[in-house]
T-cell receptor
Framework: DTEVTQTPKHLVMGMTNKKSLKCEQH?????MYWYKQKAKKPPELMFV???????INESVPSRFSPECPNSSLLNLHLHALQPEDSALYLC???????????FGPGTRLTVL | DAKTTQPNSMESNEEEPVHLPCNHS???????IHWYRQLPSQGPEYVIH???SNVNNRMASLAIAEDRKSSTLILHRATLRDAAVYYC???????????FGQGTILTVHP
């Protein structure tokens, strides 16, 4: 299994909702990442987890809350988002933070 | 992280070689040169990376200048499936951090 899966593919939520994005990999990778990509822009790193511990938080607002329950799973909990948070949210994993990263297809999020 | 400069767009014909340039004049001695590509409606895909020597894999070749201030990603025979945004990224010692630039939009004509 050489892929990163993300669910859901699409998500529409209101500004008062709470929702979660899920990412899964079964490649034995110990580093996992969340990126945000706005339309026609490059991806921007949000969080890095290494061995299930948060190692980088790129000054992301607290309305985004990451969680790594085990080495295969990475969640992104969303609460009180703004319309400008609408974007493609990408998950990635790698054998270590120094190796090439495998990306999932992303979750397209729309905040109304 | 040191910056990279790439052309905004390039065009190629199918089955011809494509050379995608990247300038990185402020590269440091410990920076690796990574290339990723992003096909329409997909997540980025790792292509290749190198430090000093030229590298080959099943997808592409990476040619690195002797002074490491520039590099070139070579697709030996472009296919329509290679149409994508290609990102050249310098990966330093920052733990896990990939900083994407604007990339080069490659169009492949049949």
């Amino acid at each position: 299994d050489t892929e990163v899966t993300q669910t859901p593919k699409h998500l529409v939520m209101g500004m008062t909702n709470k929702k979660s994005l899920k990412c899964e990999q079964h490649m034995g990778h110990r580093a996992m990442y969340w990126y945000k990509q706005k339309a026609k822009k490059p991806p921007e790193l949000m969080f890095v987890y290494s061995y299930e511990k948060l190692s980088i938080n790129e000054s992301v607002p607290s309305r985004f809350s990451p969680e790594c329950p085990n080495s295969s799973l990475l969640n992104l909990h969303l609460h009180a988002l703004q319309p400008e948070d609408s974007a493609l949210y990408l998950c990635a994993s790698s054998q270590s933070p120094y190796r090439g990263q495998f990306f999932g297809p992303g979750t397209r999020l729309t905040v109304l | 992280d040191a910056k990279t400069t790439q052309p905004n767009s390039m065009e190629s014909n199918e089955e011809e070689p494509v050379h995608l340039p990247c300038n990185h004049s402020t590269i440091s001695g410990t920076d690796y040169i990574h290339w990723y590509r992003q096909l329409p409606s997909q997540g980025p895909e790792y292509v290749i990376h190198g430090l000093t020597s030229n590298v080959n894999n099943r997808m592409a070749s990476l040619a690195i200048a002797e002074d490491r201030k520039s590099s070139t990603l070579i697709l030996h025979r472009a296919t329509l499936r290679d149409a994508a945004v290609y990102y050249c990224i310098l990966k330093g010692t920052s733990y896990g951090k990939l900083t994407f630039g604007q990339g080069t939009i490659l169009t492949v004509h049949p």
